[in-house]
Nanobody, 116 residues
Framework: QVQLVESGGGLVQAGGSLRLSCAAS????????IGWYRQPPGKQREWVAT???????NYADAAKGRFTISRDNAKNTVYLQMNSLKPEDTAVYYC??????????WGQGTQVTVSS
């Protein structure tokens, strides 16, 4: 059974940094695409960044220049380094994994709150 467990969320002041982690189990991580999404309060879930099976990365405009997605295939873990955080980055952050059969799995989410 595939499990994704996010961690690293919390409360931070504007301008600060956080590093989110998502540890995967029950799946061949190295052949999976994995990304981060977020859901701000009262809004729909939105895409933040993706690391493809080949290691290419893509970012939403809101994340470009401030967030960095990286993966450690040996640890079955993906990270999201978030710098220069803004109050509008406040959201529940989810990781999403797509395996080689293109089946999608979601983590339970981790709360990020940025105070002004």
């Amino acid at each position: 059974q595939v499990q994704l467990v996010e961690s690293g969320g919390g409360l931070v002041q504007a301008g600060g940094s956080l590093r989110l982690s998502c540890a995967a189990s029950g799946v061949t991580f190295s052949t999976s695409a994995i990304g981060w999404y977020r859901q701000p309060p009262g809004k729909q879930r939105e895409w933040v960044a993706t690391s493809s099976r080949g290691g290419n990365t893509n970012y939403a405009d809101a994340a470009k220049g401030r967030f960095t997605i990286s993966r450690d295939n040996a640890k079955n873990t993906v990270y999201l380094q978030m710098n220069s955080l803004k109050p509008e980055d406040t959201a529940v952050y989810y990781c999403r994994l797509e395996d080689w059969l293109r089946r999608a799995y979601w983590g339970q989410g981790t709360q990020v709150t940025v105070s002004s």
